[in-house]
């Protein structure tokens, strides 16, 4: 079982340039949500999906793009890398509501110079 | 809104001693689900426990154990005879029940902490 696969692993980028991270589960869930997670602040929600076509912001949106074409994959674009968005990012899935555990990807270390 | 305070930033304990590390919550629902996660140096996220806002035991897994009490809103975490494997970050969770819309999907995460078990 693959469960929830990011890639790149690593990333570094340059101030300006675009990229996505991408994000693909095997597990037909219907909850898929983008992490970052920095020194001292926790999980903090990027976007997430509760179902194909259907996205939303979370805690830090500013800076990312997100689409759900798929129940299978929730694609993170950074439009602008800026130096603020160095960070690691974690994907996740959920099957639903309540008391679903939440499943991660092993995260996407991403520099940004 | 619902917010999870992992008061203990960082905690350094001897091996084979035991640690106990706090979670406190806020929640206006009702049913709701509490998780603990574990975040070792290799940096994936691993869940270990969930509980529901309905069963108030204690559960004990091994040297884990979790000490759930509504009365106090807290979702305690101890690990006894504690291992050097045991050093990691410890996240705890909270998600709304199934009827709080969109937000019933999200967990909140605690700021986690950080445990060193030094041999």
């Known amino acids: 079982n693959a469960g929830v696969t990011q890639t790149p692993k690593f990333q570094v980028l340059k101030t300006g340039q675009s990229m996505t991270l991408q994000c693909a589960q095997d597990?037909?869930?219907?909850?898929m949500s983008w992490y970052r997670q920095d020194p001292g602040m926790g999980l903090r929600l990027i976007h997430y999906s509760v179902g194909a076509g259907i996205t939303d912001q979370g805690e830090v949106p500013n800076g990312y793009n997100v689409s759900r074409s798929t129940t299978e994959d929730f694609p993170l674009r950074l439009l602008s890398a800026a130096p603020s968005q160095t960070s690691v990012y974690f994907c996740?899935?959920?099957?639903?509501?309540?008391?679903?555990?939440?499943?991660f990807g092993d995260g996407t270390r991403l520099s940004i110079l | 809104a619902q917010k999870v305070t992992q008061a203990q930033t960082e905690i350094s304990v001897v091996e084979k001693e035991d640690v106990t590390l706090d979670c406190v919550y806020e929640t206006r629902d009702t049913t709701y689900y509490l998780f603990w996660y574990k975040q070792p140096p290799s940096g994936e996220l691993v869940f270990l426990i969930r509980r529901n806002s309905f069963d108030e035991q204690n559960e004990i897994s091994g040297r884990y154990s979790w000490n759930f009490q509504k009365s106090t809103s807290s979702f305690n975490f101890t690990i006894t005879a504690s291992q050097v494997v045991d050093s990691a970050v410890y996240f705890c969770?909270?998600?709304?029940?199934?009827?709080?819309?969109?937000?019933?999907?999200?967990?909140?995460f605690g700021k986690g902490t950080k445990l060193s078990v030094i041999p």
């Open positions: 996740a899935s959920r099957l639903g509501q309540g008391a679903d555990a939440q499943h």
């Open positions: 597990m037909n869930h219907e909850y």
């Open positions: 969770a909270l998600s709304e029940g199934l009827y709080s819309g969109a937000g019933s999907y999200q967990l909140t």
